[in-house]
């Protein structure tokens, strides 16, 4: 297991789609265990693959705090099936936005079908927490951001700012 570096925005990489996997093997169960020594190591409730730059539909989460969730969980080819109609505000992070958190809303529940690391079809139902977590790691799948989620002044801010670190952290170097 390896702590791999996180993409930062506004990496372009983060945009991308990734991929299904096609045989859930030793090169994922590597991926899968990297991803999860990552996302300990940050701090982090979740992780996507394409966040260490792997485009590929791989995702880990451990949100410690929902007691009944099985944690931590593996996902392969994650894919949401139903969204409650009932709506959560939630204040996110991400460990590719360090520092920057916001409110986003998202359905309080999700019904989300995966592959486990044994390649086996699982199917779970997470509400709260959990639920948040899972949508904003498909999100990341899918290129898409919780920043996305925000108001178009509010994600140019947050946006700016990381646009301008990132030029500070290259002249530093
Ligand atoms: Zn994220």
Request: charged share 30%; net charge negative; proline share 5%.
């Amino acid at each position: 297991m390896t702590v791999r570096p996180i993409l930062v925005a506004p990496d372009k990489r983060l945009k991308l789609y990734s991929n299904p996997v096609e045989k859930v093997d030793a090169e994922i169960h590597a991926l899968l265990d990297d991803l999860m020594e990552t996302m300990y190591a940050g701090d982090g409730l979740g992780l996507a693959a394409i966040q260490i730059g792997v485009p590929k539909r791989v995702i880990v989460v451990d949100v410690h705090a929902t007691a009944d969730a099985p944690t931590p969980l593996k996902l392969v080819n994650p894919e949401i099936l139903w969204f409650s109609p009932e709506r959560i505000v939630y204040e996110e992070g991400c460990l590719s936005f360090p520092e920057y958190f916001a409110d986003v809303e998202r359905a309080s529940a999700v019904r989300v079908r995966y592959l486990d690391e044994n390649g086996k079809t699982q199917e779970i139902e997470a509400a709260e927490t959990l639920a948040v977590c899972l949508q904003h790691e498909v999100d990341h799948l899918d290129g898409k951001l919780f920043v996305d989620h925000l108001s178009l002044v509010k994600r140019g801010i947050i946006l700016r700012k990381m646009a301008k670190a990132a030029r500070a952290q290259v002249k530093d170097a």
